[in-house]
């Protein structure tokens, strides 16, 4: 699709999810956890790579113009949707950051190298995906500001010289068959 993203249901990291609550201990506990590590380090990986993704997509279509054949009604739900899917990420993405940078803050030999990582990336990950849903809300409402309205009527530029009717009517029949199936009932 050119110009504007199909709004994904999965269009989010997994990480909010693997993370779950943040308790302080608890996370301290899941963060101690080899098996658990390595399924938070699994679900980083997979969020980096899908975010990096994303972020050139957006990158890429950030200037386009609206497709005209795109429905106007379909583009302001879709920049709601986009705005309310921000509001949503503005509410529940801060706390998580705070939680992992909180992790992170000395002492730092509290956790090995590898599980600082983990929480560095894990940090990029969410400060990049609440990034990445403005940019979307943002492209999305330019698009539909843009977007002339439904109501609007269109007016076909005039011919110049003489219409060839016959001609013209032979080529739509040919051109699409079942005007002609159904002008033979």
């Known amino acids: 699709m050119q110009g504007t993203a199909v709004q994904r249901r999965d269009f989010e990291p997994g990480l909010p999810r ?3 609550s943040l308790a302080p201990e608890q996370l301290d506990t ?3 956890d080899r098996v658990e590590l390595e399924s938070l380090r699994k679900q980083t990986d997979t969020d980096l790579t899908e975010l990096k993704a994303a972020q050139a997509w957006l990158a890429e279509h950030l200037k386009e ?3 005209d054949d ?3 009604d379909w583009l302001a739900r879709a920049a709601e949707q986009a705005r309310e899917k921000e509001r949503e990420t503005k509410t529940h993405y801060p706390p998580l950051i705070a939680a992992l ?3 992170l803050n000395p002492p730092r030999d509290r956790f090995e190298a ?3 990582q983990l929480l560095t990336d894990g940090i990029e990950v969410l400060e990049g995906w609440l990034a990445f849903y403005r940019g979307f809300a943002t492209m999305l409402a330019r698009q539909a500001a ?3 309205s439904s109501g609007k009527i269109l007016r076909a530029r005039p011919v110049e010289g003489e219409v060839d009717y016959a001609e013209l009517s032979r080529e739509h029949l040919a051109r699409y068959p079942k005007i002609r199936a159904a002008l033979a009932e």
Do not use: F, S
């Open 101 to 103: 940078k909180d992790a």
């Open 114 to 116: 590898d599980v600082q």
């Open 18 to 20: 693997a993370l779950g």
């Open 146 to 148: 843009e977007r002339p």
């Open 70 to 72: 795109l429905d106007p």
């Open 30 to 32: 899941r963060l101690r």
């Open 65 to 67: 113009a609206v497709p």
